[in-house]
Nanobody, 120 residues
Framework: VQLQAFGGGLVQAGGFLRLSCAAS????????MGWFRQAPGKEREFVST???????YYADSVKGRFTISRDNAKNTVYLQMDSLKPEDTAVYYC???????????????WGQGTQVTVSS
């Protein structure tokens, strides 16, 4: 599976962004899709995941502010990010896995990352 994430940018605190991740190469609907992020000097951390049946799970830090969704017809997963905070600043990665998980090690395929910067 090849993944390409885009939609990042610079936004003020309280603003919003929508990330997209386009997949190609294999049957997209078979995969759990996840979003992770990595801030400078920190480890990559889980943000959200969605199953093939649209079950979702979020990190506590983004619950209620971020929404993950997928469109299997378009082979695309989205991350709607509302009420953004400076601490959300990071490179955001999309990833795909046959298995459910919130650890990066569970995911076999990764996109290239897109920078999100939230100014205070």
């Amino acid at each position: 599976v090849q993944l390409q994430a885009f939609g990042g940018g610079l936004v003020q605190a309280g603003g919003f962004l929508r990330l997209s991740c386009a997949a190609s190469g294999r049957t997209f609907s078979n995969y759990y899709m996840g979003w992770f992020r990595q801030a400078p000097g920190k480890e990559r951390e889980f943000v959200s995941t969605i199953s093939r049946y649209d079950s979702t799970y979020y990190a506590d830090s983004v619950k209620g502010r971020f929404t993950i969704s997928r469109d299997n017809a378009k082979n695309t997963v989205y991350l709607q990010m509302d009420s953004l905070k400076p601490e959300d600043t990071a490179v955001y990665y999309c990833a795909a896995s046959i298995w459910y998980g919130i650890s990066p090690e569970r995911y076999d395929y990764w996109g290239q990352g897109t920078q999100v910067t939230v100014s205070s």
